[in-house]
C-alpha cells in the first residue's frame, strides 16, 4: 500500500499525559501537512514540512506541540501535557511540490480522547 | 485571511437523484484553487475534484461536476445519478498559491446521506 499511513489509530490517554503520533507520507512526496478536525469541524491546518524542514506553524499550535520530520519521511507529532481539548483527529496529509498540482493525499487519521 | 463556507450541515437525497453542495469562499489571493474532498465514515479524505480559479470552464469528473461563479466565489458540487457509496462527510476546500505553503483551509463540511 502506498498511501499516506498513521500510527496509531486511536489514542486515549490521561490528562497530563505525553502522546506522539507518527505519519508515514507517500514515499516520493516531499510535502507533509497536519491537520486537526474538531467534531462538527473541517480541518484546521496545524504545520506543514518541505523535506525536513518545517516551514510553518499554525497559532493553534501551542508550545506543547511539536513536530519533526526527520530525513524528510516519517513525521511525528508529539503533545506534551495533554489537555481535555486536545481531543480531536489529528490528520496527516502529503503532497508534491511542484509536480503534484496541490493534490493532498490523507492519511486515515488518529484519534485523541483525552479523559 | 481565506475562508470558507458550507451553509448545508446536512444535506439527503434518493439514490440515483442529483444533489446540490453549496460552498462560498473569501480570498485575498489573485491565484487559488478550490476542491471538493469526501471523507466517508472511519476512512481517509479522498479528493473529489479540482477547480483552477484562472479557468472560466467548470471541472468535471464522472458524475461529480462544479459550478465555479468566481464573481460570486461561489462553487458547488453537484453530484448525479447518487449511489449509496456517495454518502459521506464533504469539505469545501481553498488553496492560495502566493504564500507558498499550499496548506487548505476548510469549510465545515456538509454531511451527505443517500435514501435507497
Known amino acids: 500500500d502506498t498511501g499516506v499511513s498513521q500510527n496509531p489509530r486511536h489514542k486515549i490517554t490521561k490528562r497530563g499525559q505525553n502522546v506522539t503520533f507518527r505519519c508515514d507520507p507517500i514515499?516520493?512526496?516531499?510535502?507533509l501537512y497536519w491537520y486537526r478536525q474538531t467534531l462538527g469541524q473541517g480541518p484546521e491546518f496545524l504545520t506543514y514540512?518541505?523535506?525536513?524542514?518545517?516551514?510553518?506553524k499554525s497559532r493553534l499550535l501551542s508550545d506543547r506541540f511539536s513536530a519533526e520530520r526527520p530525513k524528510g519521511s516519517f513525521s511525528t507529532l508529539e503533545i506534551q501535557r495533554t489537555e481535555q481539548g486536545d481531543s480531536a483527529m489529528y490528520l496527516c496529509a502529503s503532497s508534491s511540490v511542484p509536480q503534484g498540482g496541490l493534490r493532498a493525499f490523507f492519511g486515515q487519521g488518529t484519534r485523541l480522547t483525552v479523559v | 485571511a481565506q475562508t470558507v463556507t458550507q451553509s448545508q450541515p446536512e444535506m439527503s437525497v434518493q439514490e440515483a437523484e442529483t444533489v446540490t453542495l453549496s460552498c462560498t469562499y473569501d480570498t485575498s489571493e489573485s491565484d487559488y484553487y478550490l476542491f471538493w474532498y469526501k471523507q466517508p465514515p472511519s476512512r481517509q479524505m479522498i479528493l473529489v475534484i479540482r477547480?483552477?480559479?484562472?479557468?472560466?470552464q467548470n471541472a468535471t469528473e464522472n458524475r461529480f461536476s462544479v459550478n465555479f461563479q468566481k464573481a460570486a466565489k461561489s462553487f458547488s458540487l453537484k453530484i448525479s445519478d447518487s449511489q449509496l457509496g456517495d454518502a459521506a462527510m464533504y469539505f469545501c476546500?481553498?488553496?492560495?498559491?502566493?504564500?507558498?505553503?499550499?496548506?487548505?483551509?476548510f469549510g465545515k463540511g456538509t454531511k451527505l446521506t443517500v435514501n435507497p
Open positions: 477547480q483552477e480559479a484562472y479557468k472560466q
Open positions: 514540512f518541505q523535506n525536513e524542514a518545517q516551514l510553518e
Open positions: 514515499s516520493e512526496h516531499n510535502r
Open positions: 476546500a481553498e488553496v492560495g498559491t502566493q504564500g507558498g505553503s499550499e496548506k487548505l483551509v
